[in-house]
């Protein structure tokens, strides 16, 4: 009996807790301005998210195109009144964007095979919608279309995206599928489209498509609950010869059509108030694939059970985290862990094949294939809470990142994995971070000598993004390659996880050559400005220098002044330059509290003025680590007070409640771990500092099936500031911890207060002093 | 020892004949005027045909253009003296084309990434050459390119094309690989190309196209004999925005390209007298199939070893058929057999991986899958022909069908198979014919039932090109339905091969449906005019009516008077119709003799001149049996005359010596039967109508091992006609011979003479009296 208590134990609490963690979810934060968040069903990494199209913008190269483009990178904005009908495929939170695969909706009345615009809605297929007759929480989501009077209602499983339309009338749907609609949809981006009605009930298909994911197919199987009557296409492009004259009207009810603008619609007759559900399955493989995923995640039109189980899904994951506090900590917290749960995601067929980089299928033995990784955002803070609750998955990532480098022609790790393709957006190699930090916690299920030659190789490879450069020359020459100084940066500290990984694996030899390249970040150093600054390839500094600036200083998405801060293994040398700790704090506090104008403002990328703090640039990535830096400066409070204001002020459980795009989960790890009171300043340390927890109380469950525990005694709005830490009991006084004392369980007491406690940090337990 | 006895005389037999007749095949016959041959390399039914292409004509919708780029559809044009390179797949004979995939070319000098033009060479790639310095045999083909003293030679095994150049210089060899190019090669044509350096000598890569097959794919791996040095390419389209800042410099030495109109080049440094072997194998399925088709097929860079190897196949297949006679006979015998052996070809990786209809990969369980089924013309005498000489192939072929009905989202069977698409050219189920020929002749390897069923789902798919109206009236009408006379009469012929299926499957019912169906000519042909005329739905006939037009007159590639004798199935109607033996002869004779004037001439669909013979047109394939149906009057000297006309006339071992398209076969296979003294007028008959043989001798080897022989005693220029026969030293009084009666081995001997034999055949030995 006495053996089976810890379980009964767990069983009895997550009956407990799960019925309700879900409910704390909004869908909808991060829908309005610059989150880029959808509100549409997905389940946790799920292959399909199945989501509301507000506007269907086409990408141009006219001027101001961008800004519109933009805001459509999910596929939702909130302050839309109409939607274009419900596409199977969304990146979550990213800046650029592609995706939106098959976008259906059901319409009444004329056959509309185009979208209409949102200033004439009627021109089109698509239909008026209000918010108060839209709903959405984790696995479901449901809009009223006004204009055909049909309830529209969307729920998934990891492969197959459910739609259950409920006419109000007795009229007949035209379910229309626009096979070229589609996010960041320039013309040209359809390649090719192909449809077989099997039955009439099964329709299969792909679409292929020339994006940010250059050689691009995703494949689908779809079921309808009842039998089409009619149904048929048109072709958008110029008829193109084919070579032999008509044998059939191509247009209607012919079982076979292809081309690269095809619209197709399925009429059902339906009775007032009759369901019909449309159950669409995905694969990266072939329609073969996406039929089997089809049977085997959603065999019968079972609305309901999909939902439920998709419901159960997201209480299971979301309880890996428990935590107690206010509503809006608790919402934000929830929304946000939801938000981290959504990417990477699944890119595999329930059978183990996928489609590799090499446009080969591949059979996954013994791992789950992954895709949509963003690296250059969530190495920073979603992959290492990934080695605190997701370490099963972990494992498959890095297996899936290293499948990827077998399959890569050239030979190293994604830089942005994406759906069988690499997009390369944006800089750094920072897969290498991602499988060092896991490395070096102690995660398994790979092989981490294949892992250590694929960092070495993804490292050298002299052709990629003045890689070649930045190692004769110890930085990237401003001259030379963009985004020089980032690059600079970027790399050495990557170059710090390879050595990391290499000392590790007993590899001195590469143990050496990296802790040197490590250091490179101190050639960009330039005392004269105190700031990281672009260098030339005769060893000058770039002229043109604006540390306010973020356009054109060798910098990408931040300027010199955050960046300068972004040397996550040697915060110490950064203290060092500045002169010690208190010059240091002041130059942080600047920081903070200058007053960044508007031109500067505008020239920031990718976000708005919510996402930042004087000139913390909250809204993007490469900051993130920056309000932790305090504590390496011996002063904690500063931190405890700088996330309580960054948490309090940038982040709501409402559409606009996301300071900048959530980066497919970056944004939101960020809350996460600063809500549980500690930050991975740098991976790869095995080291979270401490800040200041927002929510009361929390539980980890681990899956070693432990549990480690966080209590804020005593906080509240005002008491944010931390008087004294105990881990099980014991006096804590180290500004950071270790991964393997979250790991051992145990509890952590954070007791609250009103006033920055006054206390002097020995220099041993500040963080960064022991690697 | 006398249980060995026959295999060793096999075993002797084949050793002197088969050192021998491959040599008597001149590929180039064809390669003039309309036969549409081409004179590259390939093996028996092989997946690759790898040939030279001396123009690129692109396809356009202006005036004129249809017989410019018609003259391309086999790639190669004899009166030309310009290479544009070599491509790795042709249609052989056909009329419509498609394919060339893969377009390669050692060039020297500066770098041309277009193929210039005929009137300026030198304004593109490619070179200047000449017949002087060209040659071909089976599996071999090699050309000088003047333009840059280059030898190239080709060769091939099944599924991999190997390129040899010699250089004569020391020079640089660019090897330009021209994605784009191809055969009816429109704009827009291209849909997809992706290509990959895997190393230094090795390319993989594949191409989508949108032509006569709609939704097609061909994948490649190329591997080169010695390293290369440098390469890259150009992408001839608009650039589109892929979304990412450029981080390579993509054109050159960058290992993964992807676009709509790449042309790659890559760069050898050649000493004078070096050679570069390049092996170049396909696969319908992936990259991965098609390198694992190079290592299997060719995995090493011996073009001698593949050379000696496809001339061995060739002699294997060639040797089915033994013959003897004059020189001219035995070019145009072996000529013919080989154009007989090239369609259908392999569509299946070695591993039996293949695309099937649906786009998915299938696994061929038991027989190897065919494409290229150009049936309209092949079910007459190709299929026939294989039913004697290639019994095991056409068990897979049939396979191959049966599998492409099961993928059909129609649930048809094919009317022409392409490359995993149904292209639908010509009109007919003629896929029935050919699988009810070698059912009834006893050829096994498919399921009967699935065939008889999948017959009768292909003849009832009532919204395929007029079945319904035909089921419905009894025939097609002509305001219902276009080419609706040809329709009728080749639908009545099909379905009695169903009723034949059936009859011997014991399936009563079907049995008596389609000999109902059967009878359907009965209801277009035209008492007033004595000809098949086309109908209206309302019964009455179509007003215009010119019997010697083709255009517009209900029928398609032939006339009323050509078509008017198309009822394989019973020839005794057309008799009595026409009032009996003589009139009929003399109407025949009248077809022969009769002037066509310039007009009708020119209106007579995809052949010239030299392929009519008065109103007879050779040139196309719906009066191939009319020459045997004077046999069928009891006159079977007037077929023994006109067979050795239309031989003597319209057959050349010669660049211009066929008479029109050889039509995968068809064109060549008459020959081959006529040439043997026998021709199949009705396939699903088991007969063969006897005519007058051009060889003195042939030894059929048929694969139950026995030997069926022919000889023409006395046989010269004036001893064509036929003045007895013995079967195995008795007489033999029919003007038939069945097809069991070969199948048993045996001699069959004629007696020739120079004046045709004055004998009253009995009404029992006449063709199609037993049926």
């Known amino acids: 009996m006495k053996k089976l208590l810890p379980a009964i134990m767990f069983s009895l609490c997550l009956t407990a807790f799960s019925q309700s963690v879900a409910d704390y979810v909004n869908p909808f934060t991060g829908t309005d301005h610059m989150g880029h968040t959808y509100p549409g069903a997905t389940v946790p990494f799920g292959m399909v998210q199945l989501s509301p199209d507000t506007d269907t913008v086409p990408y141009s190269t006219g001027a101001g195109y961008k800004k519109e483009v933009y805001a459509y990178c999910a596929g939702y904005q909130y302050s839309d009144n109409t939607i274009c009908g419900f596409s199977h495929t969304h990146f979550s939170g990213t800046g650029h964007s592609d995706l939106g695969d098959f976008l259906l909706i059901p319409t009444t009345g004329p056959l509309k095979l185009n979208p209409g615009t949102k200033d004439n809605p009627d021109s089109g297929y698509r239909s008026r919608f209000s918010h108060e007759r839209e709903s959405a929480s984790p696995g479901y989501y449901s809009v009223m279309l006004d204009d055909y009077g049909i309830l529209a209602e969307l729920t998934t499983t990891e492969r197959v995206g459910v739609h259950r339309y409920t006419s109000h009338n007795q009229d007949d749907i035209n379910l229309i599928l626009d096979m070229s609609a589609g996010i960041y949809n320039y013309p040209g981006k359809n390649t090719w489209q192909f449809i077989r009605v099997e039955n009439d009930t099964l329709v299969t298909g792909y679409r292929q498509t020339r994006g940010w994911a250059r050689t691009r197919t995703m494949y689908f199987a779809m079921a309808f609950s009842k039998p089409l009557v009619h149904y048929g296409h048109e072709n958008g492009e110029e008829i193109i010869y084919r070579g032999f004259y008509r044998k059939f009207n191509e247009k209607e009810d012919f079982p076979e059509m292809a081309g690269k603008d095809i619209t197709a619609w399925f009429r059902f007759r339906m009775q007032a108030g009759e369901q019909l559900t449309v159950r669409v399955a995905l694969s990266p493989v072939s329609t073969a694939g996406a039929l089997n995923n089809l049977q085997t995640e959603a065999p019968r039109p079972d609305f309901d059970l999909v939902r439920l189980q998709a419901h159960e899904r997201w209480n299971e994951e979301l309880s890996r985290i428990q935590v107690e506090g206010s509503l809006k900590v608790k919402q934000n917290f929830y929304t946000s862990l939801y938000h981290t749960f959504l990417s990477p995601t699944i890119y595999m ?28 955002d969530t190495y920073r803070a979603l992959h290492p809470l990934f080695t605190l609750v997701q370490q099963e998955r972990t494992s498959s990532m890095i297996r899936s990142m290293l499948a990827h480098r077998k ?29 060092a930090d896991a490395y070096l916690k102690g995660i398994g299920g790979f092989d981490a000598a294949e892992a250590l030659e694929a960092m070495d190789a993804s490292a050298t490879y002299a052709g990629y993004d003045g890689i ?59 005392r004269s400005t105190g700031f990281m600054r672009p260098r030339l390839s005769d060893g000058s500094w770039q002229k043109e220098f604006d540390p306010l600036k973020t356009e054109g200083q060798g910098f990408i998405e931040g300027n010199a002044w955050n960046y300068s801060l972004y040397v996550p293994h040697d915060p110490a040398q950064l203290i060092a330059w500045a002169g010690g700790s208190m010059p240091f704090v002041r130059h942080l506090d600047s920081l903070f ?22 000139n913390y640039v909250h809204g993007n990535e490469p900051s993130h680590h920056v309000p932790y830096l305090y504590s390496f400066a011996g002063a904690p409070a500063k931190t405890q ?5 960054i948490m309090d002020a940038l982040y709501q459980p409402t559409p606009g409640g996301l300071p900048g795009n959530d980066d497919c989960g970056q944004m939101s790890a960020w809350y996460i771990f600063s809500a549980l009171g500690f930050y991975p300043v740098c991976p790869g340390s095995n080291e979270y500092v401490l800040g200041s927890p927002s929510v009361s109380r929390a ?27 105990t881990l099980n009991g014991k006096p804590w006084s180290g500004l950071f911890i270790r991964h393997e004392d979250i790991m051992a369980g145990g509890e952590m007491v954070f007791e609250m207060s009103s006033k920055p406690a006054k206390i002097k940090v020995p220099e041993s337990d500040l963080p960064g002093r022991s690697f």
């Not at 469950?701 to 005694?713: M, V």
Request: charged share 25%; glycine share 8%.
């Open 641 to 645: 007070e700088r996330v309580h204001q």
């Open 593 to 614: 509290t200058m007053k960044l104008d508007e031109k500067h403002i505008e020239d920031s990328e990718d976000i708005d003025k919510r996402g930042i703090i004087g």
């Open 349 to 376: 067929d329930v059978d183990g094949k996928y489609r590799g980089l090499d446009q080969n299928i591949h059979q996954a033995e013994g791992f789950t294939n992954y895709s949509t990784f963003s690296l250059w």
């Open 407 to 435: 399959q890569s022609v050239h030979g190293i790790l994604p830089v942005w994995s994406h759906h069988a393709n690499e997009n390369w957006c944006m800089t750094g190699y920072h897969a290498i971070p991602v499988i």
């Open 468 to 526: 070649g450069e930045y190692m004769q020359y110890g930085y990237a020459p401003a001259d030379l390659t963009g985004n020089s100084a980032t690059k600079t940066l970027e790399y050495a500290y990557d170059d710090w996880c390879i050595a990391r990984t290499a000392e590790k694996a007993g590899q001195r030899g590469l143990t050496g050559i990296y802790h040197r390249r490590a250091r490179s970040f101190e050639n960009i150093y330039d």
């Open 699 to 725: 539980e980890i469950r681990l899956e070693n099936g432990k549990t480690f525990a966080i209590q804020a005694k005593g906080l509240s709005e005002k008491n944010i500031f931390v008087k004294k830490i």
